[in-house]
């Protein structure tokens, strides 16, 4: 289980299966638990369960499940959530499942236009109606904000001028959503309709009315870029020259939205000292925190961020929304809590997901197959604000270089605005685009120059200790070990090239950070604090900002404390929900805190550990180095008969300190990356890289790509928790082969969202969905807590390309646009000539 | 306001939209489509109506497509109406989907779907998909409306010719009840406040019957199809040529089709994939797509010949 919102459904279908058919086959298990959508899983691990409910396994009911990695108490161990069961049985709160007294409800009245500007608004008549407390419009709350701190281009509620269809106009708090609803209807907007901007070839030649007229420090704008970023390293057209065979072409990749299953809500309430709480269901508190404190103008220490369990996330929640601001502002008005919950097409209103990507490519390489230059050209579809936008275009040609060794590169980047939903940041933020363009023409190039696609990556493959051309510098990486394990376990050598036609094998690789050295809001503090202080009671608890989004940070963090301690994990109570009483950390995005927060609270457990030690070292009369740790309990190494409970140790520590027992850590960030303009973007402490192979059936007839299995080798530096590693893995991958073969976020020629429903979206169910087979490669980074990084995004990037090679090697097509769907197989087949 | 009438009289004379499963009725009505009273037939006597009668097989409006896909007597009978049913939808939609309200729920076209839209089955002015996004719309232009009819059942039951039985006890054919598709508001045309009560079946061929019920999809589930087809073929004694032959397809038109042409020109051919392959062309005679529905025309014939042999795989 991962975030846990469909646990509940994902049980009562299982069991429903199971009352019928005792010993199910896989496919009835995913035919049963197809209505059931599940965005964080792949599915894998909940088939796997209900095998072994059907099997009558012998499910222990404790937290850790297997045996540990050796030398170690608990790092390694097959282990259960702490959040698990309460998830599965529906016991613990999300958001929308909290009720405070006297609460409201609020709506969001929202743009019918593309592009507008709003000449005038009447709230009269919906005041007026029985049951609404409060209403409020974008001159309400109209400070400009963003997540990026210099890029503050949009409000609350919009002021001038709406910019997409969905952007918010007013916000009404009742009763109940009824009479929100009704209220919504009540309102009165006058709008002047300009032409809308729904292209990348529009925005670039900015003829009609700008998506924004002024920048964020009030200048005209007449032009829709949002931000250019070109760079170049190495010789490039020397490489191109000295190149024996070069693919050149254009790619283009879709837009997709995160669709966590759980919607986005929040509650605001303030108490009688002004105080704001506010509720939500958000990836980054402390940001969040931050936009309250300068939108609402309250200090800092006046707002609380409370975050409850969260069914998903993606990056889909990684910046503030209306909605919060909204809340916040309609309890204010009220004297009321008041409560909003997107509907489903709400939060694909929000969206802040994968970016529209075109990328003129062009890679040479040598007869023997080594790259001599790469060059890409890209154009961004940002929608209709800045979000994360800076980032994207930066990430989009700086996340590159690696896992192969590119030594010349050049790239232009320019992101643009449109009358569209906003982009942002959705897993693999930035990358996943280019990456599927350049794998694709890595097998482009292995096809031309007669060399097996899996050897080519090898040839130009970075090793642990490279530093790429553009001065990111690679401490561990395991690109040779995944790319043989997943050759290995899809029998590539024996099956590749072998296979009837329609029927297909493909390979791809990918690099991904831990985090980034450089924060969102420049700052000395530390990226992330962790306070750990003891109760005699036995346990300790570990307080830390970062959010647990369903990946399980919470787990990681008791697991990092419970090896340092030698504490049964039972005992480590992790208190992440609340920041008035949690320290900072910036937040679950870039996949920063398995890295980040682990080595903090590494750091904190060493200090408690030092201090129980020296406790238990003074009791027994002992040289400190005598004492030995856990599992379990502490003991006298050279009379290991002498042993005592954790719990005891901790007693007798607080009993020499004189107080209770406490300790923090922190993650500092040192810097990093290349000593040019933008060389700290994209510079990580770690990078994790995957590989997959997947295996592929076309049908020429009607177009439809089935995935028949899917192999992801990732390098995680080391799986502190291997089912959790693995689980990213997995919902990586099923995440990836969505918007390889369904997904898509598009708008009409009006500018109409043309994915508003999950029936629209199309994500993969179980039935879709097919065997994955994650593998686990160890290369203990030296910078990591205990040599752990990154696996929550890197394993999404390799997917798609893996497929469309797969998709070429079936039936000889190459497919450069995503999705690839059976109208543009069919189209494609029918060009190329293949039938 | 809802209501539980507690017998199918009551129900047709209580005014308001009637609910069955709710599958769609309750989207609707999240959606601001719908927002007239309820009146939910969970208690209305006879709707589960299962009966073997002498002019065939009654099922009752309200039983499960679940049930139909399972039912031993009508995977033996209607082979094809089973299959349809089973494959349809998700396991969580087909526990809840009633017969009737699987015939007669909404198409799913987002623009009709849409709040703030206004489309031509809505009362406005033009369809909006033709104008707009339809890529997952119809490739023959049966009407103002380019919304494919949803409705998997319809497409079966017609292939049947099943009988739609209504609280007067009139009965209907598919066709007349669903229309032409010529008035882009009708998805179908049961006369407001009427019931359906139940459904009935022929009985079988007694020579039996090949038949088979497939879909070209993308995604498995949770989703509609692209084009679908059900099948019946009737052999000859000797099982070398073919004596009739019934081809209904969805997916690809405001209503479903019938396939007349080819089925005729299945008649008196050996059931051999030659014959299939040179005849399923024959299934996009006067297709008319919209421009983003062309690649359908492709899909349709590998579809028609696909179905024509997994029928056939009932004879070996
Ligand atoms: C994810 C998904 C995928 C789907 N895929 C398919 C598919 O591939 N093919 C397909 O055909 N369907 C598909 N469906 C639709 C599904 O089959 C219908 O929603 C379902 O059959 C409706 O049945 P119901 O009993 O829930 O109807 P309700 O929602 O209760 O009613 C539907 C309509 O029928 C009317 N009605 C119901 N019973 C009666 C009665 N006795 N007399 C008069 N009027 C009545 C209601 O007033 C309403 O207008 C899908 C649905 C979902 C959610
Ligand atoms: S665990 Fe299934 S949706 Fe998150």
């Known amino acids: 289980m991962q975030c846990g919102f469909c646990q509940p459904g994902m049980i009562l279908s299982a069991h429903a299966l199971l009352e019928k058919t005792a010993s199910p086959s896989r496919e009835e298990i995913t035919a049963a638990l197809g209505g059931n959508l599940c965005r964080c899983t792949g599915y894998t691990k909940i088939v796997e369960a209900v095998q072994r409910v059907a099997r009558s396994e012998d499910i222990s009911k404790g937290l850790v499940q297997g045996p540990p990695a050796e030398g170690f108490s608990i790092l390694g161990a097959r ?25 409201l409800h609020g709506r969001i009245l929202r743009s019918p236009y ?138 283009f990749y879709e837009g997709s939205s995160h669709a966590p299953i759980e919607p986005h809500c929040a509650i605001g309430t303030w108490d009688a000292l002004g105080r704001l709480t506010l509720y939500s269901s958000t990836q980054v508190p402390h940001y ?11 200090p800092l220490d006046r707002v609380r961020v409370v975050r409850p369990a969260i069914g998903g996330a993606f990056g889909g929640k990684s910046e503030p929304f209306d909605l919060e601001l909204c809340a916040a502002l309609l309890s204010k008005r009220a004297g009321r809590p008041v409560k909003i919950l ?75 605005y449109t009358n569209k939903p906003c982009c942002g940041p959705k897993r693999g933020h930035g990358t996943v ?41 690679i401490p561990s990486l395991g690109l040779l070990q995944c790319l043989e394990r997943v050759e290995t376990l899809s029998g590539w050598k024996e099956r590749r090239g072998k296979l009837p036609f329609g029927k297909g094998l493909g390979v791809a690789c990918s690099m991904y950070i831990s985090g980034t050295a450089y924060p969102i809001h420049p700052t000395e503090l530390p990226q992330s604090g962790v306070m750990l202080s003891a109760d005699r009671s036995g346990i300790v608890r570990v307080a830390c900002g970062a959010a647990d989004i369903g990946q399980g940070s919470d787990a990681m963090l008791m697991t990092v404390v419970s090896e340092v301690l030698g504490i049964d994990p039972d005992a480590v109570r992790v208190e992440s929900q609340d920041t008035d009483r949690a320290p900072v950390d910036l937040g679950s995005y870039s996949s920063r805190v398995t890295l980040m927060c682990g080595i903090a609270a590494q750091e904190a457990a060493m200090g408690m550990r030092q201090a129980m030690i020296s406790a238990l070292a003074g ?26 409970g954790v719990a005891e140790v901790l007693r007798l520590a607080e009993i020499a300190a004189g107080r209770p027992l406490v300790s923090a850590g922190g993650f500092r960030t040192r810097k990093l990356g290349g000593k040019y303009q933008g060389g700290t973007i994209g510079a990580s402490p770690a990078y994790s890289t995957t590989a997959h192979v997947a295996e592929v059936s076309v049908d020429p007839e009607t177009g439809i790509v089935t995935v028949d299995k899917l192999w992801a080798a990732h390098d995680c530096g080391r799986a502190l928790l291997p089912t959790l590693v693995e689980g990213q893995i997995e919902g990586s991958t099923a995440m990836g082969l969505g918007e390889a073969l369904f997904e898509a976020h598009t708008v009409d020629s009006r500018g109409l969202l043309a994915q508003p429903s999950l029936l629209e979206a199309c994500l993969g169910t179980s039935v879709e969905t097919p065997p ?29 390309p893996a497929i469309a090679n797969a998709i070429h090697d079936a039936v000889g097509v190459r497919i450069r646009r995503t999705p690839f769907s059976p109208e543009r197989v069919l189209a494609a087949l029918k060009e190329q000539g293949r039938c | 306001m809802i209501t539980f009438p507690k017998s199918i009289e009551a129900a047709a004379s209580s005014p308001g939209q009637r609910r069955a499963g709710g599958t769609d009725v309750q989207e609707l009505r999240h959606l601001g489509i719908r927002s007239d009273d309820l009146v939910d037939l969970r208690d209305c006597p006879g709707l589960d109506r299962f009966e073997q009668a002498e002019d065939g097989l009654h099922l009752g409006a309200g039983i499960s497509l679940t049930r139909i896909a399972q039912d031993a007597a009508v995977k033996e009978q209607y082979p094809a109406l089973a299959e349809a049913a089973g494959g349809l939808a998700t396991p969580q939609i087909r526990n809840r989907a009633s017969l009737a309200g699987s015939l007669l729920q909404e198409v799913r076209c987002w623009y009709y779907r849409h709040p703030d839209q206004q489309c031509a089955k809505k009362g406005g002015a033009v369809c909006l998909a033709r104008q707009g996004d339809h890529l997952y719309h119809s490739c023959f232009d049966t009407g103002v409306c380019v919304a494919p009819h949803p409705s998997t059942m319809a497409a079966a039951l017609w292939a049947y010719d099943a009988l739609v ?113 040179r005849l399923a062309p024959m299934a996009i005679e006067g297709a008319k797509p919209l421009p983003m529905t062309g690649y359908k025309l492709r899909i349709i014939p590998g579809l028609v010949r696909e179905q024509l042999l997994r029928a056939m795989e009932g004879a070996a």
Not at chain 1, 619 to 638: N, T, Y
Not at chain 1, 774 to 784: C, Q, W
Not at chain 2, 250 to 256: H, I, Y
């Open chain 1, 79 to 103: 282990a259960r959530k702490p959040d698990g069961i309460g998830k599965a049985v529906g016991e613990l709160p999300y958001t929308d499942d909290i009720a405070l007294p006297r609460m």
């Open chain 1, 114 to 251: 593309a592009h507008a500007r709003i000449l005038s608004i009447d709230l009269s008549q919906a005041l007026a109606l029985p049951g609404v407390y409060a209403a409020v419009v974008g001159a309400d709350l109209p400070k400009a904000y963003c997540v990026i701190p210099w890029t503050p281009d949009e409000t609350a509620l919009c002021t001038d001028k709406v910019r997409y269809v969905g952007d918010g106009v007013a916000a009404v708090a009742a009763v109940d959503e009824e009479t929100a609803d009704a209220a919504l209807a009540l309102i009165k907007v006058e709008y002047e309709v300009l032409a809308p901007v729904l292209d990348l070839d529009t925005a670039e030649k900015a003829a009609g009315v700008p998506v924004h007229e002024r920048d964020w420090k009030g200048r005209p704008r007449l032009d829709n870029l949002c931000k250019e970023v070109a760079l170049s390293f190495g010789e490039v057209d020397e490489g191109f020259a000295a190149a024996a065979a070069v693919v050149e072409g254009e790619w």
């Open chain 1, 288 to 298: 969040l925190q931050r936009a309250l404190s300068e939108v609402l103008e309250v």
């Open chain 1, 342 to 416: 997107y509907t489903r097409e709400e939060v694909f209103l929000a969206h802040r997901g994968r970016h529209p990507m075109e990328m003129k490519l062009r890679v040479g390489a040598s007869a023997d197959g080594k790259i001599t230059a790469v060059e890409n050209d890209l154009r961004l579809d940002g929608g209709a604000y800045h979000s994360f936008g800076m980032v994207t275009t930066w990430y989009s040609g700086q996340l590159l270089t690696g896992p192969v060794h590119l030594p010349a590169y050049r790239f232009r980047s320019r992101r643009f």
């Open chain 1, 433 to 473: 685009q280019p990456r599927f363009a350049l794998e694709c023409a890595l097998d482009e190039l292995s096809e031309k120059l007669g060399i097996d696609p899996i050897d080519l990556r090898r040839r130009n493959a970075l090793v642990s200790g490279d530093e790429t051309i553009n001065g990111q510098s």
């Open chain 1, 619 to 644: 009791a027994w009369q002992v040289d400190e180095a005598r004492i030995g740790v856990g599992p379990g309990s502490w003991f006298d190494l050279q009379d290991p008969g002498r042993h005592v």
């Open chain 1, 772 to 800: 994955i087979v994650a593998s686990i490669v160890e290369t203990i980074d030296p910078v990591g807590p205990f040599g752990a990084k990154e696996a929550g995004e890197g394993p999404l990037h390799s997917t798609i």
């Open chain 2, 165 to 277: 039985e209504l609280d007067d006890a009139s009965l209907l054919d598919i066709p007349t009840l669903l229309g032409d598709g010529t008035d882009p508001r009708r998805t179908h045309h049961l006369a407001p406040g009427r019931l359906v009560v139940a459904v009935h079946l022929p009985p079988p061929p007694p020579k039996g019957e090949l038949a088979a019920y497939g879909r070209a999809i993308s995604r498995a589930r949770a989703e509609w199809p692209l084009a679908e087809l059900v099948v019946r073929l009737g052999l000859d004694k000797k099982g070398e040529k073919i004596d009739w032959a019934r081809l209904v397809m969805g997916g690809v038109a405001n209503r479903p089709l019938r396939l007349s042409v080819l089925e005729e020109a299945l008649v008196g051919q050996p059931p051999t994939d030659e014959t299939f392959a």
